[in-house]
């Protein structure tokens, strides 16, 4: 069975728990053609035929252990780090972790990862969507979502904790296979990297580990990630700072609403915060910080 096959009964059977009963977690209701056709024009990447079909049935899921969970692009903000994108926000949690899936030229997106925004480290949690949702599912009606959320944060403290002995060095790479031997050679001299390809039981690399200046890499879209810059407060803290707190929207049924009437809206906030004075301290500090952001780009190079 393929994995498209595998995924519609997760998503359209009912969520039992081990007695039967009922649990909290909803399928909303599939979009119509020509609300999938416009859906392409927003969605992130490539819409494939399996996740128009996936579409047609169920748009996402409302009541999980990570709040709602959207298949359409439209219910969070992109991903910010480029070293991801195309990727499909599946959900940001109470926790402010991240869940997205990578759109590619497969069937389903998909790996999926789990973006800590503290520890900043990133976790790697399923190798497509079904797989995503199998796990999902199974973990909500076992009542072991705790359990499991509980070895994901242990997971990240670990790859953080960890940081120095996980990186490679550039002037390793005649060490390395060819397939990332070149794209190492062309890093900077002050980078780390971080080679995710051989399953581990903490796999994961701390994308914050040199601060706000650092810049990130990614070998193509081989799960093999560099970070370069100044070490700054990152690299020595046992803990570094969050950089992301966002929120979700009001109720499930108006994100629906949301996401099949304004399908471009996904670039766009939720409300209109109120402008701080103009020439205030306030304004001039976020300003700096924003310039700042934006001045240690973040960075993809090829595999050579």
Known sequence: MSAPDTLMPLVSAPWLDADGHP???????????????????????????????LLGTCCGLAGTELGSIDFTGCW?????????RPALTLAID????????????????GPVWCVFSHPEVTIYVSDD????????????CRGEMGAWLQNLTAQARAVWSQRHALAMRPHEAPQ??????????????????????????ARGWPYGVVGPSGRLYRCGRLPVFAVAGLPAEGWRAPHPRARIAPSLGAQVSAEVA???????????????????????????????????????????????
């Open 258 to 304: 949301f996401a099949i009437e304004t399908p471009l809206s996904r670039r766009k906030p939720r409300a209109k915060p109120e402008p701080p004075a103009r020439g205030s301290s306030l304004s001039r500090r976020a300003s700096s910080r924003l310039h700042g952001r934006e001045s240690a780009a973040v960075e993809v190079q090829p595999c050579a």
């Open 94 to 109: 109470d926790a402010e972790r991240r869940w997205i899936a990578e759109v590619g030229d497969r069937d389903l997106p």
């Open 23 to 53: 649990l909290s977690v909803t399928s909303l209701s599939g979009l119509r053609s020509e609300v999938i056709q416009n859906l392409e024009c927003s969605y992130p990447g490539i819409l494939k035929p399996a996740m128009k079909t």
């Open 76 to 84: 969070f903000l992109e991903e910010p780090w480029s070293v991801f």
């Open 129 to 140: 969507l079904a797989d995503f949702m199998a796990t999902l599912r199974e973990r909500t």
């Open 176 to 201: 390395s296979d060819r397939s990332i031997r070149g794209w190492l050679l062309a890093l900077p001299s002050d980078a780390y990297v971080y080679d995710l390809r051989r399953r581990c039981d």
